[in-house]
């Protein structure tokens, strides 16, 4: 029973280019979210999303940033223009429909940018 | 935003003695989590707390959701080198976000000497 999926765990980038990271839930999860998280801190919500829906996006930067969950495929965090502090790891976690707080994490992507 | 104040920040124990930290806010929280999380990983869900005064245990762990609902404590007994990690509170606010929304303490480093 495979867990949170997410690629790719680096991933190197310039300043001015894009991002996209990729997360595919734990079987039989239906919700799936995304936090970043910089170095000595906790993670910070960005988003939860569902099936073609974006629930809730608070936690999201109002430019460059947006994030998908197909009907097909997996769930894509997408960072446009990316610049130095955008560097962090972007963490993807889903969680069941009983139990919608007790999220499961993926390993992770850390992004860098040049 | 609304923070949690987790402490100690960091411990540095001897192999064998008991761990404690905790989580405190100024806001009430309707779910507690604690989280593990080692160099390069995601966190992992150590327990989920759903009900103010709620005591649970997983082996040599023990947390509470406390009373007032505002903190939280994680206990871990016997300490083992394999304890060291990063020891992240999450919680959700009763009145802040969806689901999945957590927010994350900034973490309890824990270094084992053998």
């Not at chain 1, 919700?31 to 999303?49: A, I, N, S, T």
């Amino acid at each position: 029973n495979a867990g949170v999926m997410q690629n790719p765990r680096h991933l190197v980038r310039r300043r001015g280019q894009e991002a996209r990271l990729r997360c595919s839930p734990m079987k039989g999860h239906s919700h799936v979210y995304w936090y970043r998280q910089l170095p000595e801190e906790g993670l910070k919500f960005m988003v939860y999303l569902q099936k073609e829906n974006i629930i809730d996006e608070s936690g999201m930067p109002k430019e460059r940033f947006s994030a998908e969950f197909p009907k097909e495929g997996p769930s894509i965090l997408r960072i446009q223009q990316v610049v130095r502090g955008d560097s962090a790891a972007y963490f993807c976690a889903s969680s069941p429909p009983s139990r919608p707080n007790v999220l499961t994490f993926g390993a992770g992507s850390r992004l860098t940018v040049l | 935003g609304q923070q949690l104040n987790q402490s100690p920040q960091s411990m540095f124990i001897q192999e064998g003695e008991d761990v404690s930290m905790n989580c405190t806010s100024s806001s009430i929280f309707n779910t507690w989590l604690w989280y593990k999380q080692e160099p390069g990983e995601g966190p992992v869900l150590l327990i989920a707390l759903y009900k103010a005064g709620e005591l649970t245990s997983n082996g040599r762990l023990t947390a509470q959701f406390g009373i007032t609902r505002k903190d939280s404590f994680l206990n871990i007994s016997a300490s083992i080198p394999s304890d060291v990690g990063i020891y992240f509170c999450a919680g959700q606010l009763t009145d802040g976000g969806s689901q999945g929304n957590l927010i994350f303490g900034k973490g309890t480093k824990l270094s084992v000497k053998p």
